[in-house]
T-cell receptor
Framework: KAGVTQTPRYLIKTRGQQVTLSCSPI?????VSWYQQTPGQGLQFLFE???????NKGNFPGRFSGRQFSNSRSEMNVSTLELGDSALYLC?????????????FGEGSRLTVL | GESVGLHLPTLSVQEGDNSIINCAYS??????FIWYKQESGKGPQFIID?????DKRQGQRVTVLLNKTVKHLSLQIAATQPGDSAVYFC???????????FGKGTRLSVIA
């Protein structure tokens, strides 16, 4: 059974650009969550999608957005990139929504903003 | 802000010794807890979980202890090996359709 797949694994952008990250969950998982990981702040929750609906949203500005498709694949977008957006973006899938099930994480997409 | 915290940001242990990683949580309503292990360059990996109706759960070389009285969670690793070197996160679930909340992590270094 394939795990959670995130693409791209590494990317470099400049300030003001936008970026789209992709996540394919484990087959059969309908919940996809996104986290931002930085050395200083640890794992910060961005948002969660379940059956194409955003169920939860973390405390991030509107520049951060996401969506989920009918096949449960998810994308997140960050517009008008800032230096502080440099981080590892982790996607996790689970069978259940709302934190009641085990989260399976991908390897992450490491974004560097110059 | 985060409601999950860790007592020790770094922990160094000798190979073969037992490791204990601690975590304090602030929400007494939390009903589900998970420990994750994150190795360098990889995503967090599930180690073990425990629900609030239990106070101890054992896995292979790992044991999680839950003390609801003092809102404390610990992960015990028996016979620590070099491959156990990683950052360990505890996470809690607060009922009510909320996402898991992660602590900042403890780095475990195993000295050969």
């Amino acid at each position: 059974k394939a795990g959670v797949t995130q693409t791209p694994r590494y990317l470099i952008k400049t300030r003001g650009q936008q970026v789209t990250l992709s996540c394919s969950p484990i087959s059969g998982h309908r919940s996809v969550s996104w986290y931002q990981q930085t050395p200083g702040q640890g794992l910060q929750f961005l948002f969660e999608y379940f059956s194409e609906t955003q169920r939860n949203k973390g405390n991030f500005p509107g520049r951060f957005s996401g969506r989920q498709f009918s096949n449960s694949r998810s994308e997140m977008n960050v517009s008008t990139l800032e230096l502080g957006d440099s981080a590892l973006y982790l996607c996790a899938s689970s069978l259940e929504a709302g934190g009641q099930g085990e989260l399976f994480f991908g390897e992450g997409s490491r974004l560097t903003v110059l | 802000g985060e409601s999950v915290g860790l007592h020790l940001p770094t922990l160094s242990v000798q190979e073969g010794d037992n490791s204990i990683i601690n975590c304090a949580y602030s929400n007494s309503a939390s009903d589900y807890f998970i420990w994750y292990k994150q190795e360098s360059g990889k995503g967090p990996q599930f180690i073990i979980d425990i629900r609030s109706n239990m106070d101890k759960r054992q896995g292979q070389r790992v044991t999680v202890l839950l003390n609801k009285t003092v809102k404390h969670l610990s992960l015990q690793i028996a016979a620590t090996q070099p491959g156990d070197s990683a950052v360990y996160f505890c996470a809690e679930n607060i009922p009510g359709n909320t996402p898991l909340v992660f602590g900042k992590g403890t780095r475990l270094s195993v000295i050969a």
